[in-house]
């Protein structure tokens, strides 16, 4: 069954969100590298209920109106990765984790890496905050949006002390 998307410019450029069914299955970014997310076909639907419902609720966010997503998610993966992207729902707003957190927090001490590979495959960015995952020294690694929307996205949650790392 093909997925519907649509478009929303936002701070941190333009965002594609993508519907399954009737629960968010991607938020991605302008510069997505291709197959970091699968999600077959995809028809373009500006109207879609869950679609304007998250451009609202990511608006509010932008505008420092909210801090938690009240949204249906549908994320598609392997049970590890679902695991993972399950921990990052849990990092509150303005927090930050480090990848070995997360591993201890799933219950898999030694998978840091996994850990860390499986973020960088969030399909649902800044909904599931994995912009909120930083490197064991504190500094800012990798992200799919390019790190200075992770510093943005950072800085917007009130984390401006955090450095990039390279």
């Known amino acids: 069954m093909p997925s519907a998307y649509s478009l929303m410019q936002s701070p941190v450029g333009m965002l594609t969100l993508v519907a399954r069914g009737d629960c968010l299955a991607a938020v991605l970014w302008e510069d997505e590298r291709e197959n970091r997310v699968r ?10 209920p869950v679609l304007l419902q998250t451009a609202r609720q990511l608006g509010e966010y932008f505008a420092g109106g909210r801090q938690r997503f009240d949204l249906p998610l549908d994320f598609a ?30 219950g898999n001490p030694s998978a840091v890496r996994a850990v860390g590979a499986a973020n960088g495959r969030n399909p649902i960015s800044i909904i599931a905050p994995c912009h909120r995952v930083i490197g064991a020294s504190g500094g800012l690694t990798g992200f799919a949006g390019g790190l200075p929307a992770k510093q943005y996205l950072l800085a917007l949650e009130g984390r401006q002390s955090l450095a990039l790392a390279f």
């Open 77 to 106: 993966g392997t049970a590890f990765q679902r695991r993972v992207w399950a921990a990052l729902l849990t990092i509150p707003f303005g927090e930050t984790r480090s990848y070995s957190d997360i591993a201890r927090q799933i």
């Open 39 to 48: 999600l077959g076909d995809l028809y373009r639907d500006d109207g879609h």
